[in-house]
């Protein structure tokens, strides 16, 4: 084939590859789009819709290997490098990702659009500190929104700059009043006070807003500035308003967000099932090189965060944070497309085709570079609960550790926690309740069927009698006690976190019985958890 007849056959299989996917003739158009790959394995374009056609078709370890493929001869063109960093994420595939990161490092003056979009991808993969130094730079070099701005402050937040988190989102809010995404941000920065908030700015902004919202942006704004108005009556002690405020808001969020409690008894039959379908007692674990995890699992707002800043205040130890590396190589090894609760309940009907050794092998590829150079790491998803089972039979060395919270406090301080379009389950009474039930339920299972899987933490013990409490935690991860541990508000490292100001405190309890400040509107709450244990 002459040059001049090899470029226009591929224009014209480029041409093909269009029409087939705008047609929705997929068999089609992947057969075009290997076919243009087979004469130019340099075009990344055609990769990566190889790898979303491939993705959208159910395949996700296929999607993968246009990617790979392509790591060794990526063009100049950072924001299809860019592409394929989101997509290898996607994917489970972080250290090719940072391996691509690395690369744009190297461009000389990249514009500033560009370091904006690296610092995201840095920020989803967990590296705050790394993300803030973008961010910055995009800012000096002219981005000006209110998403990059937001960032900013989200950045300067998680790595503890507090004053200036704060300045910037509140000028955020000044600049773009209509921008509801940074009024949760910058109420949840601290405690407001009387003589310290934003609460005539709120309700101003919530007045300017339609009333009756049309469309989901809009009731979505509005939930976010309702949000904001609660935190700052609830801080100030103005507590009827604030439930008026959280009410509004929850029942906007259900309304875009409805939860779907038989999906819910769905996956966790299913993973019961699927913890019995195999022998599920403990295998000794084999040998391999390399940091240990330490998962920590539970409810999210039990303590989680506190319980992994202890641990991260040792010498041993560092936090991975809230990574999703084990959800993503589940669901890998299973080849199932994560899809939240639908695609949990998929991968439990397959548990009995999934090899757990390659679960495990490819967790620790992707995430032992997290450790920093120490023997352990923590990871720190509280949704990992739903997936004991399937930990103890890929990493059978790792310590998991359960934190248990007293059910009022933990339901309520997710119903009040604003989580956005994910957890549906917390703006309903109703359906905090069913989920509650759900998960004691699990744990019920877990700790019957798997006795030794994992040790629980009272987070009332933790911070009532940590000096009795963290020695036991440590000694069931094989750590010697250190005095930091007692400490953990001395720890400088970057936490992702809503409740970043507290867990740079010293250890408290003011956590304990918060939900009874609503006692009267939560007991509907107290009688459907009492109805379900």
Same mark, same amino acid.
């Given at each position: 084939m ?5 470029s226009v056959s591929?224009?014209t299989l480029?041409? $093909? ?14 057969a075009?789009?290997? =076919? ?5 394995? /340099?075009d990344l374009a ?8 491939? !993705?959208?078709?159910?395949h996700?370890q296929?999607? =993968?290997?246009?990617?790979?493929r &392509?790591l060794?001869?990526?063009?100049k ?6 592409g394929?960093?989101q ?7 972080i250290?090719?990702?940072r ?7 190297? %461009?000389?003056d990249?514009p500033a659009h ?5 610092a ?6 967990g ?7 973008l961010t910055e ?8 929104t209110?998403?990059a %701005? ?7 937040? !998680? /790595?503890?700059?507090?004053d ?7 000028q955020?809010l000044?600049?773009?009043p ?18 310290? /908030?934003h609460?005539?700015?709120l309700?101003?902004?919530l ?5 009756q ?5 809009? &009731?979505f704004?509005?939930a976010?500035?309702e949000? #904001?108005v609660f935190?700052?009556l ?7 308003? %604030?439930?008026q405020a ?11 967000n ?6 819910q008894e ?7 099932? #699927?913890?019995?379908e195999?022998?599920?007692a ?5 040998a ?19 319980l ?10 560092t936090?991975a ?5 084990f959800?993503?190589?589940?669901h ?6 994560p ?5 949990? *309940? ?12 390659q679960?495990g ?5 992707q ?8 023997p352990y ?12 089972? !399937?930990?103890?039979k890929?990493l ?13 406090? =933990?339901c309520?301080? /997710?119903f009040?926690?604003?989580?956005g379009i994910?957890?549906?389950h917390t703006?309903? *009474?109703?359906?905090?309740a069913h ?9 019920r299972?877990?700790?019957?069927a798997l006795?030794?899987a ?8 933790l911070v009532r009698?940590s ?28 936490? #992702? ?6 867990? $740079?405190?010293?250890?408290?309890t003011?956590?304990l019985g918060a ?10 709450l107290?009688?459907?958890?009492a109805?379900g244990?």
């Amino acid at each position: 084939m002459t040059t001049a007849s090899h470029s226009v056959s591929l224009h014209t299989l480029r041409e $093909r590859a269009r029409i087939y996917l705008e047609g929705g003739q997929l068999p089609a158009a992947q057969a075009a789009l290997e =076919t243009i790959l087979r004469h130019a394995p /340099n075009d990344l374009a055609c990769s990566l819709q190889l790898a979303d056609l491939l !993705f959208q078709q159910g395949h996700l370890q296929a999607s =993968t290997l246009p990617l790979l493929r &392509a790591l060794h001869r990526l063009p100049k063109d950072a924001l299809l490098i860019v592409g394929m960093i989101q997509r290898l994420v996607g994917r489970g595939e972080i250290v090719a990702a940072r391996a691509c990161l690395d690369l744009l490092t190297q %461009a000389p003056d990249p514009p500033a659009h560009v370091v904006l979009a690296q610092a995201k991808m840095r920020f989803m993969i967990g590296e705050f500190r790394e993300a803030l130094e973008l961010t910055e730079r995009a800012v000096r070099a002219g981005v000006d929104t209110p998403e990059a %701005a937001r960032l900013h402050g989200m950045l300067l937040q !998680f /790595n503890g700059r507090m004053d200036e988190a704060c300045k910037v989102l509140e000028q955020c809010l000044v600049r773009w009043p209509d921008f509801g995404d940074a009024a949760p941000a910058l109420v949840d920065m601290r405690k407001q006070t009387p003589d310290a /908030n934003h609460l005539a700015r709120l309700q101003e902004q919530l007045q300017r807003l339609p009333e009756q919202p049309t469309d989901s942006g809009q &009731a979505f704004a509005r939930a976010e500035f309702e949000y #904001a108005v609660f935190k700052t009556l609830d801080d100030l002690g103005r507590y009827d308003e %604030a439930w008026q405020a959280l009410a509004r808001c929850n029942a906007l969020m259900s309304g875009l967000n409805p939860y779907d409690p038989s999906l819910q008894e769905a996956v966790t039959d299913a993973l019961i099932r #699927a913890s019995a379908e195999r022998d599920t007692a403990p295998v000794k674990a084999p040998a391999f090189e390399g940091p240990v995890p330490i998962f920590i699992v539970g409810m999210p707002r039990s303590g989680t965060t506190l319980l992994d800043r202890i641990l991260s205040s040792h010498s041993k130890v560092t936090s991975a944070g809230e990574i999703g590396d084990f959800w993503r190589q589940l669901h890998w090894v299973a080849d199932v497309i994560p899809d939240q609760s639908k695609g949990l *309940l998929r991968v439990a009907q397959r548990a009995d085709q999934i090899d757990f050794h390659q679960v495990g092998q490819r967790y620790l590829k992707q995430t032992q570079w997290r450790a920093q150079g120490r023997p352990y790491y923590v990871d720190k998803l509280p949704g990992n609960i739903q997936l004991v089972s !399937f930990i103890r039979k890929a990493l059978p060395h790792a310590p998991i550790l359960h934190m248990v919270r007293d059910p009022m406090d =933990t339901c309520f301080s /997710n119903f009040k926690a604003m989580f956005g379009i994910i957890s549906p389950h917390t703006y309903e *009474l109703g359906a905090m309740a069913h989920y509650y039930g759900q998960h004691a339920r699990l744990v019920r299972h877990w700790h019957q069927a798997l006795p030794d899987a994992m040790l629980d933490v009272d987070y009332a013990e933790l911070v009532r009698h940590s000096e009795t409490t963290i020695p036991r935690v440590l000694a069931h991860c094989g750590l010697d006690v250190e005095e930091a541990c007692l400490r953990p508000e001395s720890n400088a490292s970057p936490v #992702a976190t809503r409740s970043t100001p507290q867990v $740079r405190e010293s250890i408290h309890t003011r956590g304990l019985g918060a939900w009874r400040h609503y006692e009267r509107q939560l007991e509907p709450l107290r009688e459907a958890l009492a109805l379900g244990s």
